[in-house]
């Protein structure tokens, strides 16, 4: 945690990046304001430590404000509703956060919200935001190597079980760590989870969109219990600006191979071409300007 949370500058950078301390990472907890980044602040028996019993947002900072911050304290306010937290209003929290930030560099903000101490029925929240790295930068241009790997549910398993709580950005993503651990230890950039009955879902942190033709198409969240990604919403709303038409489709491996282009979407990793899928190349779309719409 207290790498994640503490990033020093090198003496080389300058201007606005260099804060007080030399430190450019940010901790803000609800009731408490800011603290150093390395406080150690959450308790033991905090049921987002013991149980990832909790819910979280990732915003992107840029020009020192939070992107889409609507758009995420939304979704947050849905993912609170499932899990029956009572997510407090933190639209303050994060605007104080990001108004540490220097405006001339990416950050990732994170809004987390925990069920709190078992027995207390108070939850704990907090704000950090950490540097986007510069290999996720890097990522947006080289594009990724991506690996299929099995989700092991059929497509329409979470819909009809809400308990799995499909669609709901929970505290508890070992499952997607361990995805993409194991895409790399086997020379991969990064996954695509499939399900058993054989369709694309998403990536462990972000969503798939692919064009076919004039259309630019992302998976249902509806049918799959996905989650919802706020930058694909947010790009399909505006392919019309780039001549195309949006939709939401399923989707097989092998359709994705012949496919004109695709991509895994996030608000921190921008937009970042699918290079090869399972060692085959895929088709990339240097033409359309998905990158502009969004701003990355
Ligand atoms: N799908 C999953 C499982 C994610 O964790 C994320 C983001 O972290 C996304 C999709 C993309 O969501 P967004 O565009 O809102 O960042």
Redesign the pocket.
Known sequence: MRHALRLMITREDTGAALRKNDSVSVLAVLGRGLLPADSPFIRADDLGLTRGDGIF??V?VRHGKPW?LD??LA?MARSATRMELDLPDLRGLAELACEQWPVDREGALKLVCTRGVDGTNEVTCYATITPVSDKAIELRSTGMAVTTLSYGYPAGARTEAPWLLGGV?SLS?AI?MASQRWAQANGFDDALWISSDGYAL??????LVWRKGDRLLTVPAARTG?????????LLDRAGEVGLTAGEEMVTPAELVEADGAWL????RGIVPIRTLDGVELRTDSATNLRGILGF
């Open positions: 947002e990732t992107h889409m758009e995420h979704r950005k993503y997607n998403e990536g462990p942190t972000s969503t996905i989650l919802a990604g706020t930058t694909a919403r947010h979407i996030s608000g921190i």
